[in-house]
Each structure stands twice: as C-alpha cells, then as structure tokens.
C-alpha cells in the first residue's frame, strides 16, 4: 500500500453531532499546447474558479495524486457515462458533508469576522481517503473582488478530526537560479527532495500573474518544460504566485464549484445541491448456496510460501517503479512463464511510460464457458511493485526497495494459486489475473489508473473487481496504544462507493463465513466513507472513482495503525507471515472471484 503524506495544508475541525481490456494504440486527449506560464494572457474576472478546470474529460487522462488531486464526481461515474449513458441532473453529495462544510465555514467566519459574505467552496477527497471542503476565497457581497483564503492565517485553529483544506500561496518574488524556494517547491522533480514523501505542487496550481489568473491545474506532461523555461527566464517568473488547491469535482464531464452564502453565521447551501442521505447504506447480507472450490490442494500453503520467497528473495530487489533500473518488468515476464507452464494461453502485458521509465501491468486470462463469457470479466488483482524503505532513506537519504513480502507479494502469490485452481471450475464469465503496477509512491496507483482509462476509452466493463493489498500481516497495535502488538484474528473487507460495490462487498463477507476453513478469522467490513476503510490508500480508490465494483481485501490496518513495524521497511520479510492468516484471506478472496464469476 502507497503512503499518503498530506501535500494540501489540513485545517481539522470537529464534526458535530485483457484479451480486449485495453486499446494497445492509446488514444489520449490532446495534449495541451506548451505556452509559459509567465507569458499566458489573463483570463479576465472568472465568477467561479471551476471555470479554470482542464477542458478534457477527467478519465482522459487521470494523473497520479502525488502530482495532481483527483476531482471527484458528484454526478454519475466515469463507467455509468460511458457505458450506461446515465447523466446527472443535480450534485449529489454526502449529508454529512452538509454539517462538516457549516462547522468548517463557521471557524473561517469567525477568524475573519465576516458577518455576511460569498465563499467559494467545493467537496474533495484529502490524502487519507476523508470527504471534505476546499473553502478558496471569499467577497463581502457579490460583484465585489474575491479575496484568496490563505492557508498560513489559519495555521494556529486548533486542531479536531475532520480536514479542512485551504489555498496554500507560494510567489516567485525571491526567486535565484537554483537555490531552493517557493519555486523549488512547485517544480522540483520528488526524487530532489529531503522528504521521502514530499512532492511538488505544480500540477494543483492556480496560477497568477499581476493578481490575474492565467492558467490553473496544467497537466503534468508540461511540469519540466515549465520549470526549464522559467530557470531561463527568471525575471518574468518573478511576478508568478501559484495557489495550490485540489481541483473541483465533476457533475459528469463539467466542472462544479459551489457560493455558499454566510449571513450572522448562518451557511445558506445553493438549490442544486442534492444532499445524499442514503450514503451509508448497506447491501442485505446474503447466503451462499455452496462453495465453489469444494478441495482445496493440500499443499496449497508450501506452494504460496515457496513462491513469496522466490518473489522477495535477491533476484528481484529493484521493485519500485520511479527507480529507472527497476525489475518489474522482470518480475512480470516470471509471472507470465508461470502461467503459461500452467497452460493458461491468453497472457500479455499492457505497456507504457511513466516519467520517460518503461512499465506494465500483466494479464492472464483464465477463459469463461458462458455464451457471453467475455463481456464482464472478473478480475483478481494485486500490486507487484513495492515502496522504498523508509528507515533507509530516513538514515542515508537513499531509495531502496524493500522486498515486499507482505505488501504486495503475498497477493500476487493468491494470483498463482488462483492460476491453478480457478481452469478447473469451468467458470461462466472470464476471469483475468491482473498484476498492476506502480501502486506505491511516487507513482501512486499507477497501473489502476492505465487500466481504468483504457477501459472506459474501449468501453469495456467489468462484472467485478477483487482487489488485495497486503493480507499475511496479523500483529496489530494502534498507533496511540502502548504495549506489544498482539496477534489479530481480524482482516478487512472494503467495498467501493457504488452499490454495486457493496452487493460485491456481501458476498466477500458470505464467502468469510460460509467457507469453513480453520482457524477461522473474522472479516469485518469497512464502509467507504468510514475512518477505517482502507480503501483510499490503495488501487481501490482509482476503481471506486471511475465507477468499477470493486472490494479490497486487506489485513486489520488502516490509518489508526499506519505506523507498525515492518510497513515500508526492509523488514517486510517472508518470516513475518502468518501462514495460517494468509491462507485463510487468500482463499476467501480466490472463492469470492469464483462466486462472481460462476453468476
């Protein structure tokens, strides 16, 4: 699982109360012709800054959030646009969200003294996977000036649990040569940086010259010709500002941004706004007439453990996909021979290129027997990539890969155990072994993110998605509780948004209590929107946002325990699997595949 260090400055407040699956000639929106900021002309008095959003469709092109926040979707999904024809008439968004925007407007009124005003506001999704507001600026009434927020007035709120993000303001005013600066900050490339971490603002930029804006939230293809022109031409740089914010989210294809009104600290909420009661709900439990897979191989356990340490051993030590000198690819041309020893036929790669470094995901195709067993495939997939030590950069500022015995290994060895016994079962609908990669910072969910655009380009859909991330992990402790970690019989089941999502989450959870293998675990499921959700710090989140139903197993962590031993180290060795742990996740989510594939 990637890290999320927040980027956005948070100010917390208290809530109240496959064969086909891609087009392999990519067919990407234009790129947008490479202007310099410093020479760009004003863009004249925009009423809501929703008007600067990029002009391509948000699944065009999905950057990674390390570069770029992703703009949420208010409406309709990205898949019911382009698959269902489905379109939205009005902005649905969570009821809770209604209550936290009053709380967090209230704090920024009462800080400025502002009796009546406009604020410009919209939802987003912050670093740790919580729907809040960006509140950007504000005016005493309108057709006055808006004012820009500023995140460092804010700085001494107290701080409560729920997030709220403000403009964050950087000038080029003292900008000299290449000495670190407001500059470097913006568009340094991550690997220059003293954070592990730490990533540049360039792609959330709204961009001011002269106090007139004049471009926002450029892609990211342009940031290095960017940052080279204006290390050349530093005097009109000088007079640059960027204000980094999120981008506002989308009802389908049209950027929204919403004026809420503040009088005597009352927030009137705009008419449009659909409030989304039902947000929480949960799919009916259901009962499982049986069990796919009836005899599960005896060694099935020796097998997984052989193959997670051929994965982690020194063969492969270079798994992180910003190293230029990665293995990935030869990680993936093992798991392919794999699968062609077991005679699965349909195996390719999806390739592409991420900071001018080649990539892959790779696909293996377990074929269906239904008459139209390729229209909805399931997939089971994992990350095959791993996260750079933290301890070791943290004690000589180097990048090292860590093995990745538990994140992501031990679902990529499912992945082959799923290879062996899935053929077997003569499923109705295809069944595709996905491995992505670039799951970890800095790329973060980069292999999600091709397989998502490709298929929404190619309108392909998928019957379900099976996602795992880190499953053999049974030592758990809070982060604020002192003492040992103690051994956890718990593992996590986290459904996307849509209710398709949450159907698909219930019969995970049937599968966890029907299977009968012993010792038995618990699966507890984890509402999308809740704390403990462990959804948005995965793949899961890309699939989520584009509509796909989607259930990430996972072992019992989430942002409450994101600090225990071994997680992003090089410790994350094969001898800290439960074996009994795994198996038991591994299996339920291999059974859960077959389920969705046999309907």
């Known amino acids: 699982m990637r890290a999320q260090p927040s980027i956005l400055l948070v100010i917390t407040m208290l809530l109240p109360g496959c064969s086909g699956i891609w087009l392999q000639e990519e067919n990407r929106a234009p790129a947008a012709a490479f202007v310099p900021i410093a020479e760009r002309g004003s863009l004249g008095v925009l009423d809501?800054?929703?008007e600067l959003a990029p002009a391509n469709l948000p699944w065009q092109r999905i950057e990674a959030h390390s570069d770029q926040a992703l703009p949420l979707t208010l409406g309709k999904s990205p898949r019911d646009v382009l698959l269902f024809g489905q379109h939205a008439k009005r902005p649905r968004i969570p009821a809770f969200l209604r209550e936290l925007g009053e709380a967090q407007v209230a704090a920024v009124a009462k800080r400025l003294k502002l009796e009546s005003a406009e604020i410009e506001a919209w939802p987003t999704l912050n670093?740790?996977?919580?729907?809040?507001?960006?509140?950007?600026r504000w005016r005493p009434a309108f057709n006055q000036p808006w004012v820009w927020l500023d995140s460092a007035e804010f700085?001494?709120?107290d701080a409560f649990a729920a997030p709220l993000i403000l403009p964050r303001h950087f000038s080029f005013a003292g900008f000299q040569g290449t000495k670190h600066s407001a500059f470097d900050d913006v568009f340094a490339d991550y690997e220059s940086y003293p954070d592990l971490y730490q990533r540049p603002w360039f792609g959330n930029c709204l961009w001011e010259k002269e106090n007139q804006l004049v471009a926002g939230w450029l892609p990211m293809e342009q940031q290095n010709r960017q940052r080279d022109w204006h290390r050349e031409h530093a005097a009109p740089t000088r007079g640059l500002s960027c204000i980094a914010l999120p981008q506002p989210p989308r009802l389908d294809a049209e950027a929204i941004s919403f004026r809420l009104k503040v009088r005597k600290k009352k927030v009137e909420w705009p008419d449009e706004i659909s409030w989304d009661a039902d947000y929480a709900e949960k799919s009916p439990m259901v009962t499982l007439p049986g069990m796919k897979v009836t005899n599960w191989p005896?060694?099935?356990?020796?097998r997984f453990r052989a193959d997670l340490k051929a994965l982690t051993g020194s063969r492969f030590s270079r798994k992180n996909s910003g190293q230029k000198d990665n293995q990935l690819q030869e990680v993936a041309d093992f798991l392919a021979e794999r699968y062609r020893s077991l005679g699965i036929k349909n195996v390719y790669f999806q390739r592409f290129q991420w900071h001018g470094i080649n990539q892959q995901n790779l696909v293996a195709v377990i074929p269906g027997t239904g008459p139209n067993h390729d229209k909805k495939p399931i997939v089971l997939a994992d990350h095959?990539?791993?996260?750079?030590?933290?301890?070791v950069f943290d004690e000589t500022g180097k990048r090292v890969a860590n093995p990745g015995a538990d994140?992501?290994?031990?679902?990529?060895?499912?992945?082959?155990?799923?290879?062996?016994i899935l053929p077997a079962l003569q499923l109705k609908?295809?069944?595709y072994l996905v491995h992505l990669t670039g799951e970890e910072f800095p790329a973060d969910c980069l292999g999600a993110r091709e397989l998502v655009m490709n298929a929404l380009r190619s309108r392909r859909d998928f019957g379900a998605i099976v996602l795992m991330d880190m499953i053999g992990y049974s030592m758990y402790k809070r982060d604020d509780e002192n003492g040992p970690a103690r051994r956890d019989r718990i593992f996590q089941i986290n459904p996307g948004y849509s209710t398709e999502s949450k159907e698909l989450a219930q019969v995970a959870m049937a599968v966890s209590r029907q299977i009968g293998l012993k010792p038995a675990l618990k699966a507890e499921y984890r509402d999308p929107f809740a704390l403990d959700s462990y959804l948005y710090n995965t793949d899961g989140i890309i699939f989520a946002w584009g509509g796909y139903p989607v259930v990430l197993f996972n072992e019992h962590?989430?942002?409450?325990?994101?600090?225990?031993?071994?997680?992003?180290e090089l410790s994350d060795t094969v001898d800290k699997i439960d074996w009994d742990y795994v198996t038991f996740v591994a299996k339920t989510a291999i059974e859960t595949a077959a389920q969705m594939a046999d309907q």
């Not at 005896?298 to 020796?302: C, H, K, Q, V, Y």
């Not at 994140?407 to 062996?420: K, M, V």
Request: proline share 2%; no cysteine.
């Open 127 to 136: 670093d740790v996977g919580q729907w809040t507001w960006v509140l950007a």
């Open 384 to 391: 095959y990539d791993t996260a750079y030590a933290e301890k």
């Open 155 to 157: 700085a001494s709120l």
């Open 407 to 420: 994140d992501n290994g031990t679902a990529t060895a499912t992945l082959l155990r799923a290879a062996e």
């Open 298 to 302: 005896e060694d099935f356990t020796d």
């Open 557 to 568: 962590m989430n942002r409450y325990n994101i600090s225990r031993p071994d997680y992003h």
């Open 48 to 50: 809501q800054l929703s």
């Open 429 to 431: 609908q295809d069944v």
